[in-house]
């Protein structure tokens, strides 16, 4: 077969995402060669140390809270039945928070371990430059979709997303778990984050994987469930209106305000009271 050159940023071109061989050379070459030929299988294979990473971190993770059901399952075994079981739910219960607060401390170092860091690209995702793309989420995730929404929004949420690579100032509130990327978003100081706000530092196009930093400036609001894609600036003290979605490549000004017409405030002036009753 006929070797496909892949085109790069370095020459104003992009890659060509339906290359079967990689521009790569050496080991790194044959990897991504591998990648781009046979996806599935080579993407399943791929996901096995992936998925054992994860495993790792969760099962370190779990160990203080074993050893305390261990420890109620021993030392407790002769009271009354009903209170020894009382015990040991007790025990379980306090367990998992226990993995909990362990796990957003041993995700943070298993990600600062790893080899290479999340960088911005454009790219295939069945490519070598993707890989800290999906084990810096899947770190992610693993916190996200066991633990993070017990302590959304305390303080403890904050410093997990800050030893992830995050870059947060002083007085920022973050009321949402749905953020993907996080070492690639900055918010400044005084930012609020409302709940369930979606924030990526990534999105997909023509068969294309754009990972791009996202940054929101100093004062600015986020309304509850809007959404932030990537490569995306949001000015000091703008404000995004609950439920609206930022695309990539936006750069809000600052002092921006959510966007209302005229029918809106028409109706909005209807429904205050009338000034004749009062």
């Known amino acids: 077969?006929?070797?496909?050159?892949?085109?790069?940023?370095?020459?104003?071109?992009?890659?060509?995402?339906?290359?079967?061989?990689?521009?790569?050379?050496?080991?790194?070459?044959?990897?991504?060669?591998?990648?781009?030929?046979?996806?599935?299988?080579?993407?399943?294979i791929a996901l096995i140390?992936?998925?054992?990473?994860?495993?790792?971190?969760?099962?370190?993770?779990?160990?203080?809270g074993l050893f305390l059901v261990k420890y109620a399952l021993i030392h407790f075994s002769d009271l009354p039945e009903i209170l020894y079981l009382g015990v040991i739910a007790f025990s379980i219960i306090s367990a998992y928070f226990l993995y909990g607060f362990t796990l957003i401390f041993v995700v943070p170092l298993f990600n600062f371990l790893m080899p290479f860091r999340l960088k911005p690209f454009r790219g295939g995702f069945y490519s070598l430059a993707s890989v800290p793309w999906y084990i810096h989420n899947a770190f992610t995730y693993i916190v996200r979709y066991t633990f993070l929404e017990f302590i959304t929004p305390t303080p403890l949420n904050i410093l997990f997303f800050r030893m992830m690579g995050m870059k947060i100032g002083k007085g920022?509130?973050?009321?949402?778990t749905n953020i993907s990327d996080p070492g690639l978003i900055e918010i400044e100081d005084k930012v609020t984050i409302g709940g369930s706000v979606h924030i990526l530092a990534h999105y997909a196009a023509k068969g294309y994987l754009i990972v791009k930093p996202v940054k929101i400036h100093k004062g600015a609001t986020i309304g509850l469930k809007a959404t932030i894609m990537g490569d995306v600036e949001i000015g000091e003290n703008a404000t995004?209106?609950?439920?609206?979605?930022i695309l990539p490549k936006s750069r809000i000004p600052a002092g921006r305000k959510p966007f209302i017409n005229e029918e809106q405030e028409r109706l909005n002036k209807l429904k205050q009271p009338s000034q004749d009753f009062v």
């Open 1 to 44: 077969m006929k070797r496909e050159s892949a085109k790069t940023e370095k020459n104003g071109k992009y890659e060509n995402v339906d290359a079967t061989s990689s521009s790569r050379s050496g080991f790194a070459g044959l990897l991504e060669t591998a990648l781009r030929r046979f996806r599935i299988g080579t993407y399943l």
């Open 49 to 64: 140390p992936v998925y054992f990473l994860t495993i790792l971190a969760m099962s370190i993770s779990l160990i203080p």
């Open 172 to 176: 920022a509130h973050i009321n949402t």
């Open 240 to 245: 995004i209106a609950p439920h609206e979605a």
